[in-house]
Nanobody
Framework: QVQLVESGGGLVQAGDSLRLSCAAS????????MGWFRQAPGKEREFVAA????????YFADSVKGRYTISRDNAKNTVYLRMNSLKPEDTAVYYC????????????????WGQGTQVTVSS
């Protein structure tokens, strides 16, 4: 099973940008569809973005489309989430996940999870 560690979260102002990283170990990340989810206090975990094994296909939640990009560097066993034009409603713990389901958007489509990294956007 793959182990995932997120980094790059922090406190930023509305309109700022952040890049989250997800470093994988144990198995090569190229074997997995990789996704990012987020969970705000009192809310369910929600899909943010995902990328296919090769990196050729990406898909996003409507709430972040046009502001976020997801990429992967299989040689470095790392996945990234670039977040631009951040809004206070983007505040959440962001989780990296690995799965086998093509175009998966549900948390149950992903079997391995990181511990999360906090992103806080002030207005």
């Amino acid at each position: 099973q793959v182990q995932l560690v997120e980094s790059g979260g922090g406190l930023v102002q509305a309109g700022d940008s952040l890049r989250l990283s997800c470093a994988a170990s144990g198995r090569t990340v190229s074997s997995y569809v990789m996704g990012w989810f987020r969970q705000a206090p009192g809310k369910e975990r929600e899909f943010v973005a995902a990328i296919s094994k090769s990196g050729a296909r990406t898909y996003f939640a409507d709430s972040v489309k046009g502001r976020y990009t997801i990429s992967r560097d299989n040689a470095k066993n790392t996945v990234y989430l670039r977040m631009n034009s951040l809004k206070p409603e983007d505040t959440a713990v962001y989780y990296c996940a690995a799965g086998m389901v093509t175009m998966g958007r549900d948390p149950s489509d992903f079997g391995s999870w990181g511990q999360g990294t906090q992103v806080t956007v002030s207005s």
